[in-house]
Structures are given as structure tokens and as C-alpha cells.
């Protein structure tokens, strides 16, 4: 079956000589699942179920009684919900996470979120979606590295029971529809990986320039791919 092809930008927020450095290099920094899982940030980018793999779920209700008589007396009733999750102990892999915007729904479209505003970083801005994922592809299979990429679901996951996959997060993390990259790594650390310079696919801005940038898909035969608000 043919791969649906990635209609959109991909957006990289991160300090400027960081997006510098991915602009110039196409450097990624690939940070391990047990770091996000780890990090204490209000759950902006942290997220303590990214090291779990199995959640149970019981809701149900719970009832005291007391024998004083043949059937017992109720004293007490009401619902309980539990929820066990389940943590992995060895290395989950890394992962490099990007804002994915959808230029495919609509002609113009507009970053939205006031996340946006909290913002201080600069980003980089992925045109070539697809182009990005196959030169990451290609160079994780020139490093003997298995991986998977795809969009990040979000789910309830209090009522959540069974496996929780790694492409499946909480859905109070929605705002950042994210497009993740996960890579099979024995150690436990983080994983630079070099694709080459992405200057010819991607632009780099503050993070502050996103509100005022719209995005639209062009003919072929004309080359702008930003229109400024």
C-alpha cells in the first residue's frame, strides 16, 4: 500500500544556536523517553506517562457493610476509580518531537494556541515535511538504527485499559499535535543524529514571528511559501 504522503509544515522550537545548528547541519538532538517522562515543567513538554507502556484502568464502586443482621446493613456506597500504570525499567528509546501544522485542511491558515505567547524560543520551520522524514529514514538506516515515525494520537487516559503505544499520548497534551520520531536505542542517553544541512527545506524565525505568519499551498510554478499578516 502506497504511504500517504505528509501535507504540511513541521515546526522545531528550541534555542536559536540549537535551531541554528539543525538549520545548518540538520543536527537532531534526540532525547530519551525517560527524560520527558522525568522532566517537571507543568507539564508544558513533560509528561510522566511517556515511560509507560500498560495502563489499568478498575471504575467501578465500592460498598461497606456492617453484620448486625442477616443480610448485612449497608453503611457506606460509593464509586472508586483506579488507575495502575505500568513503567518501563530499561531503555525506552529516544524520541525528536516536531509541531506538525496542517496546510492540507484549508488554504491559509494561522498558528493557533496562546502557548504561542509563552514562547521565547526560535523555531525552525520544516516546508518539506515529507522530504525531512525520508532524509532522517535514510540516514537512521545508514546508522543501523530501527525506528518509527507517525502522528501522535491523544487519548483519556484515565480510562485508559490495556497497552499504551508510544505514539499515544494524554489528551490534555493536544496543543502540541505532534509528529514524533522514535528511535530503538540500547542506552539509555541522548542521540545526535546529522542528516546534512536542511537550509533548502526549512526557514528559521523567532518563535514570536509565528502569529503573524500565514501558511498556504502554492502551484508549483511559483515559489513562495510563506505570506507575512
Known amino acids: 500500500m502506497k504511504s500517504k504522503k505528509i501535507s504540511g509544515c513541521f515546526i522545531k522550537f528550541g534555542e536559536q544556536q540549537h535551531m541554528q545548528t539543525l538549520l545548518d547541519k540538520g543536527q537532531l538532538y534526540c532525547s530519551t523517553l525517560h527524560y520527558f517522562a522525568n522532566l517537571k515543567d507543568g507539564n508544558f513538554i513533560g509528561d510522566k506517562m511517556e515511560n509507560v507502556f500498560h495502563i489499568s484502568t478498575f471504575a467501578g464502586s465500592i460498598e ?45 491558515n494561522v498558528i493557533q494556541g496562546g502557548n504561542i505567547e509563552l514562547i521565547k524560543d526560535w523555531v525552525v520551520v520544516i516546508i518539506d515535511a515529507q522530504e ?8 537512521l538506516k545508514e546508522m543501523s538504527l ?15 485499559n490495556g497497552p499504551k503505544g508510544l505514539f499515544t499520548k494524554d489528551r490534555k497534551y493536544k496543543h502540541q499535535q505532534e509528529y514524533r520520531i522514535w528511535i530503538d536505542n540500547p542506552i539509555n542517553d541522548a542521540l545526535l543524529v546529522e542528516i546534512g544541512p536542511i537550509a533548502d527545506i526549512a526557514r ?12 498556504k499551498r502554492i502551484p508549483n510554478n511559483q515559489k513562495n511559501h510563506f505570506e507575512d499578516r
Open 132 to 139: 525531512f522524514v525520508n532524509r532522517v529514514a535514510n540516514r
Open 146 to 160: 530501527d525506528f518509527k515515525h507517525h502522528f501522535v494520537s491523544y487519548e483519556d487516559l484515565s480510562k485508559w
Open 64 to 108: 461497606i457493610k456492617r453484620k448486625q443482621t442477616d443480610p448485612y446493613r449497608l453503611v457506606h456506597k460509593g464509586q472508586i476509580q483506579e488507575t495502575t500504570a505500568h513503567f518501563a525499567h530499561k531503555s525506552s528509546g529516544n524520541i525528536f518531537c516536531l509541531y506538525f501544522h496542517d496546510v492540507g485542511k484549508q488554504q491559509m
Open 204 to 215: 528559521l524565525l523567532p518563535a514570536s514571528e509565528l502569529k503573524y505568519m500565514g501558511f
